[in-house]
């Protein structure tokens, strides 16, 4: 009796089957390098929305808020004329004004949605803050006030807000008040135009 046995096409699997697990291994490896370059730029472009989060908390606690918060009120007109090349946008500036002269509980002026704590969600300002390059389209930046406890501060204008002093064995006529501070909880979003990366703060503003 004879033993048929045939190799032939052996060597072909055998090579089919490594070229096969090569063009794995390059397919991990280019997915890997690949994965690592889309998490890099979203780090990035994450980086850039907080920087514009953190240029927005400069911009707003000081330069917009104080003018806000003075006797005379600045009107829509007037803030948007002065911060029009950041395209400020005041959507609800009556529930803005209450939220600045009152506490939390009497906005009567300000719905549900502009009191809740998301900054994107009717929020009481908005502006633009350009990018790093001219075809960066620039951050959004949604500002919210969330809560507010009224102090006594000085509000027409004037920033000195100390005691005046007298030397030791000095009479003071004059009763001063304590001054207490008025506090608002504020939240910020910065989001790129052209990406879905955000970042928010929220802060503690004292004036």
Known sequence: MRILSCEDGAALVTALMLTMLSLVVALTLLYTVTAGTRISASQKRYRSALAAAHGGVQLV????????????PQ????????????????????????????????????SAVQSNADPADAPDLTFTLGGSLSSDPGY?????????????????????????????????????PQHVSGLYSISVQGAGEASREKARLSLLYAY
Request: overall charge negative; hydrophobic content about 30%.
């Open 140 to 176: 959004q930046v949604s500002v919210k006030i969330v809560d507010v406890v009224p102090g006594n501060s000085d509000a027409s204008g004037g920033n000195d807000l100390l005691e005046s002093g007298s030397s030791v064995s000095g009479r003071e006529e004059v009763i001063q």
């Open 61 to 72: 606690t000081r330069e917009i808020i104080p003018r806000l918060l003075q006797l005379n």
């Open 75 to 110: 009107t829509q007109a007037g803030l948007h004329d002065d911060f029009s090349l950041i395209g400020l946008r005041l959507p609800g500036y009556g529930c803005l004004q209450q939220k600045l002269s009152s506490p939390t509980g009497s906005w009567s002026s300000c």
